[in-house]
């Protein structure tokens, strides 16, 4: 949509000179868009204190009792934006409480997994098949 609108700008402007002009002043809302996406999602932290775990993103926190995890399955997940703490389309699924879940995407899985587990061995760990 960005891209016909600048192509919409050049082709009215008087000149080429003009054209680009207002194609980069066009772009430059497009850019500090992305990089505040880029940073908001970036900057997620996971923290594992006593027994909970600490999800924190510049917008939001969230704090989860790890006794009450029940599953954490790791797939290919498309997901709503008010549960997903995930930047990664590859992602882990926790699901904790009767039915409440989130997606997270540490740098180390495996880990992270195996700390969960550690405090709270009754967690099931499950994989899509080829991931």
């Known amino acids: ?16 000179l003009w054209g680009l002009f207002a194609v980069l002043w ?6 500090a868009v992305v990089l505040l996406a880029r940073y908001i999602w970036g900057n997620v932290t996971y923290a594992i204190d006593d027994d909970v775990l600490r999800i924190s993103t510049p917008l939001k926190s969230l704090a989860i009792n790890i006794d009450n995890i029940k599953k954490i399955r790791r797939g290919k997940f498309w997901v709503e934006s008010g549960r997903n703490y995930s930047a990664t389309y590859i992602k882990l699924r926790i699901i ?12 180390d899985e ?8 550690a405090i709270n061995p009754n967690i099931e760990y499950s994989s899509e098949r080829g991931l």
Do not use: K
């Open 110 to 117: 495996e880990l992270f997994v195996d700390t969960l587990q």
């Open 1 to 16: 949509m960005w891209c016909i609108f600048d192509v919409i700008i050049f082709i009215a402007a008087p000149t080429i």
């Open 26 to 31: 066009s772009g430059a809302p497009l850019l």
């Open 96 to 107: 904790y409480d009767r039915n409440s879940y989130i997606y997270v995407s540490p740098e």
